[in-house]
């Protein structure tokens, strides 16, 4: 395994991109699994589709957009997505759930469209669906890193802020808590997060990635910076675990990375059951 890691430059960045990855996914996933918007992951995802098939869209009829990755277009178009999300749930403020179905339904047809426009599927779109990972360049790197950056200095800056919002959102605006500026930049966190993280699992399976981890965790944690920690741990462990089950079976890796995910959470869930079944014996 390290013999693979040393002499490949194409794994090490792989696995750089994974740890980034599997870092950064689960602590956004914990504040969408407290505050009840798992689906928004899924919905921004699907809009950055749509930004990935515009950006190979023009790669094909834009001579000199053809050096310009499709994956700073799929970034784009998921902020503003994000940006959009945030507006639709201060129009409905009763009804902010129907912001998910909007853009999930808007990004699917917009994505289908552009796809179609490019000629259908390809290797490429395939590699953005799916996952990638073995095939994340040193461009690719640098942007995950960079966004990886930008996702932790964000989370130490507002920590107490989210906290506060994603438990009691009224008292969090009593005491000061500046509730529209940091919903705002979170939901553009979460797009930045779900942009970087379809290399990994790609746009179909990303919203596992930030919540399947965050779900076995909270089969056993009794505080929220608990439920942090063990999510990383899960994610950190399903990336790894599943990027060199991805090469040794010469599986897609972003399937196997989702599917140690699931195969941990089932493991989880049976040992608390076991558990409970010696303790009450």
């Known amino acids: 395994m390290l013999e693979i890691l040393f002499r490949y430059d194409w794994m090490q960045h792989a696995l750089i991109a994974g740890m980034i990855i599997g870092l950064i996914s689960p602590l956004v996933g914990v504040y969408l699994v407290v505050r009840r918007l798992s689906l928004i992951a899924e919905a921004l995802s699907h809009v950055t589709l749509s930004g990935v098939a515009a950006g190979l869209l023009l790669q094909k009829e834009v001579a000199w957009f053809q050096p310009v990755n499709p994956l700073y277009m799929g ?40 796809i179609s426009a ?12 799916f996952g990638s990972i073995l095939a994340v360049g040193k461009e690719e790197l640098i942007t995950i890193a960079v966004i990886g950056v930008i996702v932790l200095l964000f989370f130490f800056a507002f920590y107490k802020e989210l906290f506060a919002l994603s438990f009691d959102e009224e008292n969090a605006i009593l005491t000061g808590v500046p509730r529209r500026t940091v919903n705002l930049l979170f939901i553009v966190i979460v797009a930045l997060v779900i942009s970087a993280a379809i290399r990994v699992v790609g746009i179909l399976l990303v919203s596992a990635l930030m919540t399947v981890p965050v779900a076995a965790s909270l089969q056993f944690t009794n505080s929220f910076r608990q439920t942090i920690v063990w999510s990383v741990i899960f994610s950190q462990l399903a990336v790894l675990s599943g990027l060199f089950a991805a090469y040794y079976l010469d599986w897609a890796s972003g399937g196997t990375i989702v599917l140690v995910s699931i195969l941990i959470l089932l493991l989880v869930l049976v040992i608390k059951r076991i558990y409970f079944l010696l303790r009450s014996a």
């Open 75 to 114: 970034i784009g178009f998921s902020v503003l997505g994000s940006l959009f999300v945030e507006q639709i749930r201060r129009l409905y403020h009763s009804y902010q759930e129907l912001a998910i179905p909007i853009m999930l339904s808007g990004g699917i047809g917009l994505g289908v469209v552009l």
């Open 118 to 129: 490019a000629d259908g599927f390809n290797v490429d779109i395939a590699g953005y669906l």
